[in-house]
């Protein structure tokens, strides 16, 4: 099937052409249609799977040639747990918005910038992308108000309870009205997901995707190079330099290590930059725009960032330290590999992380190619 056959006004169609989308993803297929009939939403799905767009191309397509927005009362209302991710879904909306007849202001929210410029802007807004935290002070404020939204997207669901969000969530639903359209997507349904969508959903419609572990990993080819501690730097930096990649995101386990590699990268003229909860929001959207548009060679990022990045072909993923559990590696190299696009996923591990790094492997049910480097010469990096 085609995004022409699933109701969309041939503006959206137009700008899904021009964003280079050709064919809907099997989460769209479902989401689309059910969303533009006024069904609640149950999705499981991962981070890749095309999930932003399936909801925001309907929600879009409902706002089409109508204008909604009366003292600072929104249409939509999007939950996201990450500064990233709401910028990014922002984003999303924006660019496939953009030919649309009537001009549909959207604006997304969240901490670690000054509340006066989101409370100015904040006027005319139809459509709100907001971290729970932000989005209290904004109505603590009276900047803004959810009692008459009519469309509420939780994205992450998972993520924003594991961030320790519930008690803002609640505070949150207690505002908005009874009547309206939910919109839950999560990558897994935990017990605290569960609770969420039987308080809010109605007769939800539930859309099950296959998770990363299950068909992404598949389109990775994967390489695990065993290094001594000592030696993983010099060798990251000769991996990247043999290599010639132009692309390259680097995970670490913590904030520390992150900062320590770009330091050293610098030192040896590859152009990096670290992201990560330590840096200011400022600071972490110039590293992300410039390595999104190919302006930045190296990104250096912990986990907690990992949910924000989304780009849609990137060549190459490094582990220079392996995560705790096996999830958050396959959501690691997870970041390459999509949208249908093969990638490369290169692990560095120390002999203190064979034993951790073969239950990873079981768990994927992948056996990475295994280089031994006690013999290569890595002087000079």
Same mark, same amino acid.
Request: aromatic share 6%; hydrophobic share 40%.
């Given at each position: 099937?085609?995004?022409?056959?699933?109701?969309?006004?041939?503006?959206?169609?137009?700008?899904?052409?021009?964003?280079?989308?050709?064919?809907?993803?099997?989460?769209?297929?479902? /989401?689309?249609?059910?969303i533009?009939k006024?069904?609640? !939403?149950? $999705? *499981?799905?991962? /981070?890749?799977?095309?999930?932003?767009?399936?909801?925001?191309?309907?929600? %879009?397509?409902?706002?089409?040639?109508?204008?909604?927005?009366?003292?600072?009362?929104?249409?939509?209302? =999007? %939950?996201?747990?990450?500064?990233?991710?709401?910028?990014?879904v922002?984003?999303?909306?924006?660019?496939?918005?953009?030919? %649309?007849?009537?001009?549909?202001k959207?604006?997304?929210? @969240?901490?670690? =910038?000054?509340?006066?410029?989101?409370?100015?802007n904040?006027?005319?807004?139809?459509?709100?992308?907001?971290?729970p935290?932000r989005?209290?002070?904004?109505?603590?404020?009276?900047?803004v108000?959810?009692?008459? *939204?009519?469309?509420?997207?939780?994205?992450?669901?998972?993520k924003?309870?594991?961030? $320790?969000?519930?008690?803002?969530?609640?505070?949150?639903?207690?505002?908005?009205?009874?009547?309206r359209?939910?919109?839950?997507?999560?990558?897994?349904l935990?017990?605290e997901?569960?609770?969420?969508?039987?308080?809010?959903?109605?007769?939800?419609?539930?859309?099950?995707?296959?998770?990363?572990?299950?068909? !992404? =990993?598949?389109?990775?080819?994967?390489?695990?190079?065993?290094? /001594?501690?000592?030696?993983?730097?010099?060798?990251?930096?000769?991996?990247?330099?043999?290599?010639?990649?132009?692309?390259?995101? *680097? @995970?670490?386990?913590?904030?520390?290590?992150?900062?320590?590699?770009? =330091?050293?990268?610098?030192?040896?003229?590859?152009?990096?930059?670290?992201?990560?909860?330590?840096?200011?929001?400022?600071?972490?959207t110039?590293?992300?725009?410039?390595?999104?548009h190919?302006?930045?060679?190296?990104?250096?990022?912990?986990?907690?960032?990992?949910?924000? !990045?989304?780009?849609?072909?990137?060549?190459?993923?490094?582990?220079y330290?392996?995560?705790?559990?096996?999830?958050?590696?396959?959501?690691? !190299?997870?970041?390459?590999?999509?949208?249908?696009?093969?990638?490369?996923?290169?692990?560095?591990?120390?002999?203190?992380?064979?034993?951790?790094?073969?239950?990873?492997?079981?768990?994927?049910?992948?056996?990475?190619?295994?280089?031994?480097?006690d013999?290569?010469?890595?002087? $000079?990096?």
């Open positions: 099937m085609s995004f022409s056959s699933l109701g969309l006004s041939s503006y959206l169609l137009d700008a899904i052409s021009k964003q280079g989308y050709t064919q809907p993803y099997p989460i769209q297929l479902e /989401t689309i249609p059910a533009l006024g069904k609640d !939403i149950l $999705g *499981i799905a991962p /981070t890749g799977s095309g999930k932003t767009a399936g909801y925001v191309l309907p929600i %879009l397509e409902m706002l089409t040639g109508k204008t909604t927005s009366v003292n600072r009362q929104i249409h939509t209302l =999007v %939950l996201v747990p990450t500064r990233e991710l709401a910028s990014q922002n984003e999303v909306f924006q660019n496939m918005g953009s030919l %649309l007849p009537n001009k549909i959207t604006m997304a929210v @969240f901490g670690g =910038v000054s509340i006066n410029p989101q409370m100015i904040l006027a005319g807004v139809e459509i709100l992308v907001a971290t935290g989005l209290l002070e904004l109505i603590d404020s009276k900047a108000h959810i009692s008459q *939204i009519k469309v509420l997207v939780l994205d992450e669901a998972d924003m309870l594991n961030m $320790g969000f519930k008690e803002e969530m609640d505070k949150i639903f207690s505002l908005l009205p009874a009547m359209q939910n919109l839950l997507f999560s990558a897994t935990s017990p997901v569960t609770g969420i969508h039987e308080r809010l959903l109605n007769h939800p419609q539930v859309i099950k995707i296959e998770g990363e572990d299950e068909n !992404i =990993v598949d389109l990775i080819s994967q390489t695990a190079y065993h290094v /001594t501690e000592e030696r993983k730097g010099p060798l990251l930096r000769y991996l990247i330099k043999h290599y010639n990649m132009q692309q390259v995101i *680097i @995970f670490t386990s913590s904030v520390h290590k992150a900062d320590a590699i770009v =330091v050293k990268l610098k030192l040896h003229e590859i152009d990096a930059m670290a992201m990560h909860s330590k840096k200011s929001q400022g600071a972490r110039d590293a992300f725009t410039k390595f999104k190919g302006k930045l060679r190296v990104l250096v990022a912990t986990d907690l960032m990992s949910r924000g !990045i989304d780009i849609k072909f990137l060549p190459y993923v490094i582990n330290e392996l995560p705790r559990s096996p999830k958050d590696y396959i959501h690691r !190299i997870g970041r390459t590999g999509r949208a249908e696009s093969p990638g490369e996923a290169i692990a560095l591990v120390s002999p203190d992380e064979e034993h951790h790094f073969k239950v990873i492997q079981k768990k994927m049910g992948k056996f990475p190619l295994r280089i031994e480097t013999d290569l010469d890595l002087g $000079g990096f």
